[in-house]
Every structure is written in C-alpha cells, then in structure tokens.
C-alpha cells in the first residue's frame, strides 16, 4: 500500500527543508525522506557548526587584545571543550526549531533513506519512493505527484589522501574534534579552507594552506584573494600557492608529512592532521536515477532554469545540481521549483545577484562578476575603490584592513559587481545585493545617505569613488 502526496522530497537539509514548507504553504501534502537529521549538512556539518566555532575564535582574539581598548584581562584561556558545547547547543536548538516548523506545516518526515522507484505496479512512471530503514522494518512507499531531490553533498578528496578520520580528515571530522592539535595542514585554499585556517590560527594552531592554484580563493576577485593572503600571512598562517601535492609520499606516524612540487621545487610539509578541503561532491549514489531518464552531467544532475530534470515531475536543488553550492541558494532553488510545480508565478533566479561570503577574520564578501570576469565578458569597466582605514566606525573597532570594491559598465553605469573585505562585510553585502536585484548604479548607491559613524559608510565612498568624487579620500 503506497501513502500519496502531492510532493516528496528526498533530503531534509536547507534546500530540502524550505522547500517543502512553501509546498506546505501552497496546501500541498508534502513528506521528506531524510537519512539523518533536518537541517542536513548546514545545519549539523557545516554553515552553523562552523561559525560558532568561528565566533568563538573571534571572542577568544578579542579578548588577548583587548588591553587595546584598555581593557585587562590576565591571561585568557581556551577551553575547547566548551566551545564545542556552545556549537552542540546552537545546533540542537536550532534543529527543534526545523523539527517544529514541520509539525507546524503538517509535514510529514520520514526518517530513511529514500530510493526512486522506476515504473512499478505503484505507478506507469518513474517515481514512486521506497523508504528503507536502517533496523530492517519494512519499507515505505511513497506515491507522489512530483518529486523533489535536494540530496546534498559531502566533502570531496584527493586520489590517495582518503579521509581516516584521525590523520586525514574533512570538514566534517574537524568540527569534531575534542582537542586541538599543535599544527595543520591544509590542502585546498577555496573558501572552507581559509576559513579553517583562520579559525584555527585564532585558536593558536600552527597553519599551513597548500593551493593547487596561483591564487588562493580562486572563484573570488583578484584584489580580495590578495588582500585575504596578505592579511592572513600577517597573522602568521603559512599560505603556499602553485602547489601540487603529492599523494603518493604521504606518511602517517603520530602526525602526517607529505611531499609537494612548488613550482620546479619539491618540498615537505608535516603537521599532526592534515584537512583536506577541495570542494564538494553530489549524494547522487544509491538514489535511483538509472530508473528514470534522469541527466547527469560533471556529476551533477542536469535541470532547466525552474530545476525540472529530464524527468518533468522530478525536480532537484542546491548542490546535487552544481552552481552555487550555498545553503541560501539551495532554499531559493526550492521555493522556485516548488512554486513551478504547482503553476504559482515564479521568476527565474539571478545567480548573479547572489551573494557570497567567507567567514574569515577578515570576512570577505561578494556579489556580481570578479573584475576578471567582466573583462572577459567584454565589459568596459569605471571601478570605484575605498577603503576602512578612512572610515572611523572602523578605526573605533580597532579594525581598519580592507576595502569596498564597486565595479560598473562604462557605457551604461550598472553595476556588475562588489566586492569588500573587512570588518562584518558578511553583513552589509545585502545592500550590494539588493542594488543589484534593482539594477542599481552607483551612482543611485551613492544617493543612498549612509548613517555616521557605521561602517557601512564605505560603501556609499566606495560608489562616489567610482566618479571620482569619494569624500574622504
């Protein structure tokens, strides 16, 4: 006997999870078949997890320096277990609240790992979800009318440095950790990589960042990537780029040492752990897809722009299908599709009006084309440029390091993108971000009147600056 819906989504996660409660709002019977717990890899393994451990690495370099602000403190120490404790806690309170949004909506969980069915006696199409379980009940089958895969991914690796989880570890063993180690090693210098390495050096580890590219954050602007180096080498986190790592001479003996071309040059890196962090794969396995018609491409699942696979009634979001793979990105993706498929007006996402953001010390944060990208484009450019140290919200701080970036198309003044590093940029690139969702120009960002002292005063310079007209400097 098959339970009927209107929508079952495979995956409990941000994507998954925010999906099915606009279903739910749209009076759709929605389930979710999640293998783990709501919240998925955000939630538990990633975003949320890894910014409490992050501010507490902020409080804890606060506190060394605050005889700046003549404030004395004798000799701060870290307990980690405690930091650790206040991530569990964040976590868990936030996982009940997920838990009370699905009763709140009357949707249904199903906590197994969900397999698409092809046709069946269930259904002529392919669809049909049975549920397993890991102590051997019987399985549910799940009949719905569309199909929602938000399966998520899990951390990537390099041939021959496989996760063993006390040398060679992920993201998601290094958010486990019960103790520190001296040193680490981190292989990959993308956005997790750097926020590891400054969460690591604010807990007095000793980093070293190994990047395969010329540049470390590789997907974000030139100037940032060289600012982010810069201050991070300041701070004392070893950064070397134009790495390539050589598996192959990996030991393993109360620490890890492993060998690396740099340039024509090979040299020997060792360290107690060694993090592995270069990017994420697809939970595409085991779920089914060689029952349906189902695309896949560069191991992602190919869609349309309302996320609609091959499949016309199965639809997937947020990292199962590449892009973006950003948490607020998958929940978009989900209400789009969601709203598709029940013939609600919908527009199309905007990829370039989203932003990004690296919780580092200091935070970075981006919307739009990188300068490079809006050469190659063809864009002829009039980029405006400024910095905190001008800006006295910051010098208040204690921190003046970085910049505002606004780059804008000569011929037609819109904007392309903005680009900032410093101090809680991660949340002022909003109005960036809705400039750009307006199609804003500078100049109208620059009419914006930015209240003083604030931070946020930069970027009202930072768009004069783009004419020529900053008034403070």
Same mark, same amino acid.
């Given at each position: 006997?098959?339970?009927?819906?209107?929508?079952?989504?495979?995956?409990?996660?941000?994507?998954?999870?925010?999906?099915?409660?606009?279903?739910?709002?749209?009076?759709?019977? /929605?389930?979710?078949? +999640?293998?783990? +717990?709501?919240?998925?890899?955000?939630?538990?393994?990633?975003?949320?997890?890894?910014?409490?451990?992050?501010?507490? %690495?902020?409080?804890?370099?606060?506190?060394?320096?605050?005889?700046?602000?003549?404030?004395?403190?004798?000799?701060?120490?870290?307990?980690?277990?405690?930091?650790?404790?206040?991530?569990?806690?964040?976590?868990?309170?936030?996982?009940?609240?997920?838990?009370?949004?699905?009763?709140?909506?009357?949707?249904?969980?199903? *906590?197994?790992?969900?397999?698409?069915? !092809?046709?069946?006696?269930?259904?002529?199409?392919?669809?049909?979800?049975?549920?397993?379980?890991?102590? !051997?009940?019987?399985?549910?089958?799940?009949?719905?009318?569309?199909?929602?895969? %938000?399966?998520?991914?899990?951390?990537?690796?390099?041939?021959?440095?496989?996760?063993?989880?006390?040398?060679?570890?992920?993201?998601?063993?290094?958010?486990?950790?019960?103790?520190?180690?001296?040193?680490?090693?981190?292989?990959?210098?993308?956005?997790?990589?750097?926020?590891?390495?400054?969460?690591?050096?604010?807990?007095?580890?000793?980093?070293?960042?190994?990047?395969?590219?010329? *540049?470390?954050?590789?997907?974000?602007?030139?100037?940032? %990537?060289?600012?982010?180096?810069?201050?991070?080498?300041?701070?004392? /986190?070893?950064?070397?780029?134009?790495?390539?790592? *050589?598996?192959?001479?990996? +030991?393993?003996?109360?620490?890890?040492?492993?060998?690396?071309?740099?340039?024509?040059?090979?040299?020997?890196?060792?360290?107690?752990?060694?993090?592995?962090?270069?990017?994420?794969?697809?939970?595409?396995?085991?779920?089914?897809?060689?029952?349906?018609?189902?695309?896949?491409?560069?191991?992602?699942?190919?869609?349309?722009?309302?996320?609609?696979?091959?499949?016309?009634?199965?639809?997937?979001?947020?990292?199962?299908?590449?892009?973006?793979?950003?948490?607020?990105?998958?929940?978009?993706?989900?209400?789009?599709?969601?709203?598709?498929?029940?013939?609600?007006?919908?527009?199309?996402?905007?990829?370039?009006?989203?932003?990004?953001?690296?919780?580092?010390?200091?935070?970075?944060?981006?919307?739009?084309?990188?300068? /490079?990208?809006?050469?190659?484009? !063809?864009?002829?450019?009039?980029?405006?440029?400024?910095?905190?140290?001008?800006?006295?919200?910051?010098?208040?701080?204690?921190?003046?390091?970085?910049?505002?970036?606004?780059?804008?198309?000569?011929?037609?003044?819109?904007?392309?993108?903005?680009?900032?590093?410093?101090?809680?940029?991660?949340?002022?690139?909003?109005?960036?971000?809705?400039?750009?969702?307006?199609?804003?120009?500078?100049?109208?960002?620059? *009419?914006?009147?930015?209240?003083?002292?604030?931070?946020?005063? /930069?970027?009202?310079? %930072?768009?004069?600056?783009?004419?020529?007209?900053?008034?403070?400097?």
């Amino acid at each position: 006997m098959a339970t009927e819906y209107d929508l079952v989504i495979l995956g409990g996660g941000t994507g998954g999870y925010v999906a099915a409660i606009r279903a739910s709002q749209l009076n759709m019977k /929605v389930a979710i078949v +999640e293998k783990s +717990e709501l919240g998925g890899t955000c939630l538990h393994r990633g975003c949320i997890p890894s910014k409490a451990l992050l501010r507490s %690495a902020e409080v804890y370099q606060q506190t060394k320096k605050a005889e700046i602000f003549g404030v004395e403190v004798n000799d701060p120490t870290l307990n980690f277990a405690k930091v650790q404790q206040r991530k569990n806690a964040i976590i868990e309170q936030l996982h009940k609240g997920v838990q009370g949004l699905m009763k709140k909506g009357k949707i249904d969980v199903y *906590q197994g790992f969900g397999r698409i069915l !092809g046709p069946s006696i269930f259904s002529p199409m392919p669809g049909t979800i049975s549920v397993e379980y890991e102590n !051997g009940n019987e399985n549910d089958m799940l009949l719905p009318k569309n199909v929602l895969i %938000a399966t998520g991914s899990q951390p990537n690796t390099l041939p021959g440095l496989d996760f063993d989880g006390e040398y060679i570890i992920s993201s998601n063993e290094a958010l486990e950790m019960e103790e520190l180690p001296n040193s680490m090693l981190i292989v990959g210098g993308g956005v997790i990589g750097i926020e590891w390495a400054s969460m690591l050096n604010d807990f007095g580890v000793d980093v070293t960042v190994l990047e395969y590219q010329k *540049q470390i954050l590789p997907t974000e602007d030139k100037d940032v %990537a060289k600012e982010m180096k810069k201050q991070m080498k300041k701070r004392g /986190v070893s950064i070397v780029t134009g790495v390539d790592v *050589q598996a192959d001479t990996l +030991e393993k003996d109360n620490g890890v040492a492993i060998e690396a071309m740099v340039g024509d040059k090979k040299e020997r890196f060792e360290a107690d752990k060694l993090l592995v962090s270069v990017g994420r794969k697809a939970n595409i396995q085991n779920i089914g897809l060689e029952n349906t018609d189902i695309q896949i491409s560069n191991h992602t699942i190919d869609t349309n722009e309302f996320y609609q696979t091959k499949e016309s009634h199965i639809y997937a979001i947020g990292d199962v299908i590449g892009g973006m793979q950003l948490a607020h990105v998958a929940s978009h993706e989900g209400i789009t599709a969601v709203e598709h498929m029940a013939d609600e007006y919908t527009q199309k996402i905007d990829y370039k009006s989203i932003s990004s953001c690296i919780y580092a010390s200091p935070e970075a944060a981006s919307v739009g084309l990188t300068e /490079v990208q809006a050469k190659d484009e !063809g864009y002829e450019l009039v980029i405006g440029k400024f910095p905190f140290k001008a800006v006295g919200k910051a010098l208040v701080y204690g921190e003046t390091d970085g910049f505002v970036k606004i780059i804008t198309d000569k011929k037609t003044q819109d904007l392309l993108g903005v680009h900032m590093i410093g101090p809680q940029v991660t949340d002022m690139i909003s109005e960036a971000g809705l400039a750009k969702v307006l199609d804003a120009t500078a100049w109208e960002i620059s *009419q914006t009147i930015h209240p003083h002292p604030s931070l946020s005063e /930069v970027i009202g310079e %930072a768009a004069l600056a783009v004419d020529g007209i900053q008034i403070h400097g």
